[in-house]
């Protein structure tokens, strides 16, 4: 197998750490369930920790506990973590890490959620499904005949890359997903069938598997860490494609090991596995573009959308999300920068 040079820790409180060799920065990604008395309070905490350091990403803070992902230099990710496990209740929080050149966000964002998870109502969180380790999780879609696996992320996530044989419920919102779930129990002998879902860091199994309990479905069993641990310990086994990241990267390999794509561009369907933002700021949809076809369409998902006069820089699509000031300071500047031919600004 082709490999690729692309590593994730998983660290905790015990875990020896020696990233002398490392990229100068880390993505964090982690989440941890414990009760937060005072979200509002913890995240002043937080704004005083990062005052005038150089941390940017998103981080929530909700009374069952935090969720969060970070791009930081990796002496700030360390002290972070030290932080973080000196918060009583909060000893045994799991970090995964990536190494980077650079950052991978805009900005830091730190605030409060009523959920970690939009559900829009409770759920028995000691009903969730049974955590399987990475290893656990690989002998079961190995050997497990009566079985069902579910990608519970978006679909323009499992569209990149997912496990094999695994179906994508719509999970756009979890109202979609509740009526799967009543539909998924006649179904399958809700008795047996083991369901295994999965996500990308673990934090949306355990609600959604909780609800699957609730609702009698009895054998539900979640990939503890997600998909990025898994990567992590079991690398690309019985994956496909890519993961998809809410980050500049967008899309990052699950391990060292080379998989086959199967991302499919958008405009000519031949394979592809880099997502893009329409480049007219206006749409800013998200899609799979090849090379020969982001040139064609200038970035564009569609043919109106490179004729209209807000088209930012495509080749520096690589940084996503971003707002038009990103790209240059002032309006006139930014027309300057246009790569598409004839486009003149109204203002
Ligand atoms: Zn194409
Ligand atoms: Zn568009």
């Not at 695994?166 to 998924?184: G, S």
């Not at 083991?194 to 609702?215: D, H, P, W």
């Not at 496909?240 to 000519?268: M, N, Q, W, Y």
Request: glycine content about 6%; charged content about 25%; aromatic content about 12%.
């Amino acid at each position: 197998m082709q490999k690729i040079p692309f590593k994730t820790w998983v660290v905790n409180r015990t875990s020896q750490l020696d990233f002398d060799n490392a990229l100068p920065y880390f993505i964090l990604a982690f989440y941890h369930l414990a009760p937060v008395a005072n979200p509002q309070e913890e995240v002043a905490l937080h704004h005083a920790f990062f005052q005038d350091q150089d941390a940017k990403g998103r981080i929530y803070l909700a009374p069952l506990g935090i969720n969060g992902t970070l791009s930081l230099p990796k002496e700030l990710a360390l002290r972070y973590m030290q932080w973080i496990w000196s918060k009583p209740g909060f000893e045994n929080a799991e970090f995964k890490i990536q190494e980077y050149e650079t950052h991978a966000f805009g900005r830091l964002c730190v605030k409060t959620r009523a959920e970690l998870v939009a559900l829009g109502f409770d759920v028995p969180l000691q009903m969730r499904g049974t955590h399987l380790k990475p290893s656990e999780w690989r002998a079961m879609l190995e050997e497990e005949k009566d079985k069902v696996v579910l990608d519970i992320r978006n679909d323009y996530e499992y569209k990149l890359g997912h496990f094999e044989g695994a179906v994508a419920p719509p999970c756009e919102t979890f109202k979609d997903f509740k009526e799967y779930a009543d539909e998924l129990k006649t179904k399958i002998d809700p008795e047996n069938t083991k369901v295994l879902m999965y996500c990308t860091g673990g934090i949306r199994c355990e609600f959604f598997s909780a609800y699957l309990k609730q609702n009698g479905i009895e054998n539900v069993f979640q990939l503890q860490g997600g998909v990025i641990k898994y990567g992590a310990e079991e690398k690309s086994k019985h994956w496909v494609g890519k993961l998809f990241v809410f980050d500049d990267r967008l899309a990052v390999p699950v391990s060292d090991e080379e998989t086959e794509v199967i991302g499919k561009c958008h405009h000519c369907q031949g394979p592809s596995d880099r997502y893009y933002n329409c480049a007219n700021m206006d749409c800013n949809e998200l899609f799979i573009c090849c090379e020969t076809c982001l040139n064609t369409f200038h970035g564009c998902c569609k043919t109106e959308c490179s004729g209209t006069n807000r088209v930012r820089p495509f080749k520096l699509a690589n940084t996503p999300f971003r707002k038009w000031y990103t790209y240059a300071k002032t309006k006139e500047e930014l027309n300057q920068l246009r790569v598409v031919e004839g486009s003149h600004a109204n203002n």
